[in-house]
């Protein structure tokens, strides 16, 4: 993990999917800030022929080339000939995700896409645009959050490459990073993000889980347990506050004291988790960027877009007897669902 946010959290949909509802100047540092990536592309087996002994980069497409064969054989996932390409960005992040969201609600703006229909955020090439436009959101009330985004789909319309932004992480999220992607590319909802990268995060968490069993990474499981349980408790301490504000925010109070008691339900946020960091967590520190971000209602709708509907998607996992071709299957069968079905579902509860 590198700078404040995970590497794998926020999936940079690809901006070339042009906004519907943006003005030119979005649409033109979207192509641009994609043919930019796009050229830079270079030839994975040309990269290893070139690279010397011990170089980092080449070791880190090594174990990626074994994540992807093995993401296609086990976890039925395709990875086809995507990844065959690797960029040198030299930079931490690809893209810079705006999310944003009124001073007095957890849902968050949405922007139109075509093909990937609309979605909580948009995305930046460039930091100093994406902190131009919260800046704006910002002055007219809302709350927002800015995400740089390590990982980088196009959902299957081009050939997507390998990224040094993520490519140094360790092995579980290496991995975790290229099943992630891959989950997109076989099931990818337009215009329900939370459906989408709660499946795609699910897929992610069990299929790491499996492929450093079976791979000889068995020292690594239990840490990877480890921090799986530790998003279990985070889940559950979000959902607790988020029940909280949504019904504070539902009454008919005066809206200063809503913000008043708004401050207060984020600061005793801020406590519990770090109660869980200090007390059971041994110091660990995953989520310091939500507090570090501003700790509002744009990051409560970011968490809540990749962390919801686990426990429904694990329950489908059983019920599929651990076989990832059928759990997508069933995946797909719910997906066909209209919106309000489905969000329905994301809200199964845990055992």
Known sequence: MTGTFPRAMVLGLCALLASACAGPGYYAQAVGGHLSLMNDRQDVDGYLAQAGP????????????????????QLA?????????VVVTGHDAVVWNVVAAPPLSLVPREWCFIVAGCVPYRGYYDPDDAE????????R?????????SAY????????PLLDTWLDAPDPYLAGTLVHELAHRRLYVAGDTAFSESYASFVESAGV???????GRGEQVAAWQRRKAMSAQWRQLVDRYRGQLANLYATTRPEGERLAAKAELFGALRRDYDRLRNDEWQGSDPWRWFFDAGANNAGMALVSQYQ????????????????FERFHQAAASIAGRDADTRARWLETPCP
């Not at 131009?132 to 002055?139: E, I, N, P, T, V």
């Not at 789909?153 to 997507?160: I, M, Q």
């Not at 889980?209 to 791979?215: G, H, K």
């Open 141 to 149: 009330g809302d709350d927002v959050i800015v995400s740089p985004a």
């Open 54 to 73: 011990g170089d980092p980069l080449a070791e880190r497409i090594l174990v990626a080339r074994d994540v992807l064969s093995y993401a296609e054989r």
């Open 132 to 139: 131009a436009f919260a800046a704006r959101l910002r002055q």
């Open 308 to 323: 919801g509907g686990h426990c429904a998607f694990e329950q489908l996992f059983e019920n599929s007897d651990g076989d």
């Open 209 to 215: 889980s499996r492929w450093l069993q079976d791979t």
């Open 77 to 85: 996932l395709p990875a086809d000939d995507a990844y065959s390409q």
């Open 153 to 160: 789909s196009t959902l299957g319309w081009f050939d997507d």
